[in-house]
């Protein structure tokens, strides 16, 4: 199968506007992920959970070295993600609790600038990570660490291929629920479809591979690659196609039972919507408000100046 991200690589020579682009830069197997990874551990008490700051360069190595896919990406083209991790106990045991947010960019063709494909929120991440362990790969033996991030490696990458191709990160999302449904035969916190809070790892996960959130994916295409980055091009054309995938998002959204995935993709872009409207034609633009006012209760406030 084709990798959907480097199909529009024709592109790539000019994200870096100014910048010479050598034709013959090597065409290293470099790895999928280009993460940095940041603690909070305020909330730790005492001296001997020091070592617990070893965890992020040992993640930043377990997601950056690792082939995740089996597509081959050059340097420029690595997702840039940005997980921010805070630690809210530690136990004897070397239990930890955490609350984590990721954050994954993708380039917008031709221009220097960078949308944020999906911004994710996950506050019951609990693992054992006594000092010197290390983090092995191993998807077919569960362990709450690894496990979780194994988990948002995949849905990451999803998103980001769905922004390229229609469907285009299926598999990923399919190996995250594989991820899934081995925890569920643990004990481990998080995982279980039984929990008060209904926005976790197992409502994501299950309706991202739902026909029925099919629309929303294929307005994920729309958005960014027909919309965002033909935008240079054409921006009065590249508005068209991003009021129609909020077109599309608003009818999904009506036919669902769940704001859950509506209210991720809003999260992450609310403000480049108004953005990308505000110096639309009165027409679009107010389409636009319209659509969101429905859509978006949210966040209404970034979406104000598009009424003028």
Same mark, same amino acid.
């Given at each position: 199968?084709?990798?959907?991200?480097?199909?529009?690589?024709?592109?790539?020579?000019?994200?870096?506007?100014?910048?010479?682009?050598?034709?013959?830069?090597?065409?290293?197997?470099?790895?999928?992920?280009?993460?940095?990874?940041?603690?909070?551990?305020?909330?730790?008490?005492?001296?001997?959970?020091?070592?617990?700051?070893?965890?992020?360069?040992?993640?930043?190595?377990?997601?950056?070295?690792?082939?995740?896919?089996?597509?081959?990406?050059?340097?420029?083209?690595?997702?840039?993600?940005?997980?921010?991790?805070?630690?809210?106990?530690?136990?004897?045991?070397?239990?930890?609790?955490?609350?984590?947010?990721?954050?994954?960019?993708?380039?917008?063709?031709?221009?220097?600038?960078?949308?944020?494909?999906?911004?994710?929120?996950?506050?019951?991440?609990?693992?054992?990570?006594?000092?010197?362990?290390? %983090? +092995?790969? =191993?998807?077919?033996?569960?362990?709450?660490?690894?496990?979780?991030?194994?988990? /948002?490696? !995949?849905?990451? *990458? &999803?998103?980001?291929?769905?922004?390229?191709?229609?469907?285009?990160?299926?598999?990923?999302?399919?190996?995250?629920?594989?991820?899934?449904?081995?925890?569920?035969?643990?004990?481990?916190?998080?995982?279980?479809?039984?929990?008060?809070?209904?926005?976790?790892?197992?409502? %994501? +996960?299950? =309706?991202?591979?739902?026909?029925?959130?099919?629309?929303?994916?294929?307005?994920? /295409?729309? !958005?960014?690659? *027909? &919309?965002?980055?033909?935008?240079?091009?054409?921006?009065?054309?590249?508005?068209?196609?991003?009021?129609?995938?909020?077109?599309?998002?608003?009818?999904?959204?009506?036919?669902?039972?769940?704001?859950?995935?509506?209210?991720?993709?809003?999260?992450?872009?609310?403000?480049?919507?108004?953005?990308?409207?505000?110096?639309?034609?009165?027409?679009?633009?107010?389409?636009?408000?319209?659509?969101?006012?429905?859509?978006?209760?949210?966040?209404?406030?970034?979406?104000?100046?598009?009424?003028?």
């Amino acid at each position: 199968m084709e990798n959907p991200r480097t199909s529009v690589k024709v592109l790539k020579p000019f994200i870096f506007c100014g910048i010479f682009f050598v034709l013959f830069i090597s065409a290293a197997n470099a790895q999928e992920f280009n993460c940095t990874v940041n603690l909070n551990t305020e909330q730790l008490e005492g001296s001997s959970f020091n070592y617990i700051e070893n965890l992020k360069p040992a993640l930043e190595s377990y997601i950056n070295e690792y082939n995740w896919t089996e597509e081959v990406f050059d340097e420029e083209e690595r997702i840039n993600c940005q997980i921010e991790i805070g630690f809210t106990s530690g136990s004897s045991d070397f239990t930890f609790s955490a609350e984590v947010v990721f954050q994954v960019q993708r380039p917008v063709y031709n221009t220097t600038a960078k949308t944020t494909t999906v911004l994710l929120s996950d506050n019951a991440w609990q693992f054992n990570y006594p000092e010197g362990k290390s %983090l +092995i790969h =191993d998807e077919l033996q569960f362990d709450a660490l690894t496990g979780f991030i194994d988990f /948002y490696s !995949y849905v990451m *990458l &999803g998103y980001d291929f769905d922004t390229f191709a229609e469907f285009g990160g299926s598999d990923y999302f399919g190996r995250a629920q594989n991820i899934l449904n081995l925890a569920q035969t643990t004990s481990a916190v998080g995982w279980s479809r039984n929990t008060n809070n209904r926005r976790n790892r197992n409502m %994501l +996960i299950s =309706d991202m591979v739902s026909s029925g959130y099919r629309p929303l994916r294929l307005a994920y /295409y729309q !958005y960014h690659r *027909l &919309g965002l980055d033909r935008f240079v091009d054409d921006p009065t054309e590249a508005r068209r196609e991003i009021l129609n995938a909020l077109k599309e998002i608003q009818t999904a959204k009506r036919r669902s039972t769940s704001n859950y995935l509506f209210d991720i993709f809003f999260d992450a872009k609310s403000r480049e919507i108004a953005a990308v409207f505000d110096n639309a034609e009165t027409g679009i633009r107010l389409e636009a408000y319209e659509v969101l006012r429905q859509t978006d209760q949210g966040h209404l406030s970034d979406y104000e100046n598009l009424q003028n």
